[in-house]
Antibody, heavy 120, light 108 residues
């Protein structure tokens, strides 16, 4: 059974870069044509898409409001994918989720989420 | 950019039917997905591609989509259904995933 797990620092200083990794277990990240994505949810607020990547098509999509600061990459040898968000501010404080999905089937499998706080 | 509008809250008595709307311009031409998120937990996909249910989701959950409104319906609502419900689409015009603001279900 495929499982996802987010990992990374829980506290990041303003102006620094937030880096998270989503480790995939129970299956290979490169064995299917699914997309792998990042989402976030500020405390008490709704869900927001950050971006996603499809290793088979080598395509990445980013939220336009974050596009200048965000980067998503895949490491098939380590079976994980990563998020980098630069120049963070307090508004980037959120629970970050990774997930697997597709355009017509939505996002079926989610990690449990990890809280990242931006504070000095 | 594409906007999805959901009412902030819905209240339903146990055993009754709950309906959650998601409004967007010509949303009937898009594939709509619905998520359930209970407090402190990750979202769970309950309906995909307008009306299909993932494995393990009860038949009480159903979806429809036409014109400018998509609807998630929960029949025979239970206390355990209390959660936030979000609709989502892929907007091919702007190449981005869009969520509605979410609807909080309160079971009376």
């Amino acid at each position: 059974q495929l499982q996802l797990q987010e990992s990374g620092p829980g506290l990041v200083k303003p102006s620094e870069t937030l880096s998270l990794t989503c480790t995939v277990s129970g299956g290979s990240i490169s064995s299917s044509s699914y997309s792998w994505g990042w989402f976030r949810q500020p405390p008490g607020r709704g869900l927001e898409w950050v971006g996603n990547i499809n290793p088979h098509t080598a395509t990445t999509y980013y939220n336009p409001s974050l596009k200048s600061r965000v980067s998503i990459s895949v490491d098939t040898s380590e079976n994980h994918f990563s998020l980098r968000l630069s120049s963070v501010t307090a508004t980037d404080t959120a629970v970050y989720y990774c997930a697997r999905g597709s355009f017509n089937s939505g996002w079926w499998i989610w990690g449990p989420g990890t809280l990242v706080t931006v504070s000095s | 950019s594409y906007v999805l509008t959901q009412p902030p809250s819905v209240s339903v008595a146990p055993g009754q039917t709950g309906r959650f709307t998601c409004e967007g311009n010509k949303i009937g031409s898009k594939s709509v997905h619905w998520y359930q998120q209970k407090a402190g937990q990750a979202p769970v996909l309950v309906v995909f591609d307008d009306r299909d249910r993932p494995t393990g989701i009860p038949e009480r959950f159903s979806g429809s989509n036409s014109g400018n409104t998509a609807t998630l319906t929960i029949n025979r609502v239970e206390a355990g259904d209390e959660a936030d419900y979000y609709c989502q689409v892929w907007d091919i015009t702007s190449d981005q995933w869009v969520f509605g603001g979410g609807t909080k279900l309160t079971v009376l």
